[in-house]
Nanobody, 123 residues
Framework: EVQLQASGGGLVQAGESLRLSCSGSTLTLEGRGIGWFRQAPGKEREWVSY????????TYADSVMGRFTISEDVDENTVYLQMNSLKPEDTALYYC????????????????WGQGTLVTVSS
């Protein structure tokens, strides 16, 4: 099964920025949405952001609103998550995945999960 690959994680200090990338052949599929999720140590995986390919709709979890921006480069078949003003509580393994359910925040409605990329924010 084809998977999406998240990359771009790393170790940064609080207040700094990172840009994550999500790539894979399934990004060429029309009518899909891409979501970013994260899982912090000892916690459940949670939804972070969504972008719909039909109309470019972008939604964010309250915890990242105003700090994170999801975008897409169609020519590069890549979806990005720009993360600014990072906080220690943003430390997590970040995943991207694809959904056919418009605006979905439910991980059970997502497919093609990859291995994730680790973001560590030190205080």
């Amino acid at each position: 099964e084809v998977q999406l690959q998240a990359s771009g994680g790393g170790l940064v200090q609080a207040g700094e920025s990172l840009r994550l990338s999500c790539s894979g052949s399934t990004l060429t599929l029309e009518g899909r949405g891409i979501g970013w999720f994260r899982q912090a140590p000892g916690k459940e995986r949670e939804w972070v952001s969504y972008r719909g390919s039909r109309d470019g709709t972008r939604t964010y979890a309250d915890s990242v609103m105003g700090r994170f921006t999801i975008s897409e480069d169609v020519d590069e078949n890549t979806v990005y998550l720009q993360m600014n003003s990072l906080k220690p509580e943003d430390t997590a393994l970040y995943y991207c995945a694809l959904t056919w359910q418009y605006g979905s925040q439910r991980q059970e409605e997502y497919h093609y999960w990859g291995q994730g990329t680790l973001v560590t924010v030190s205080s």
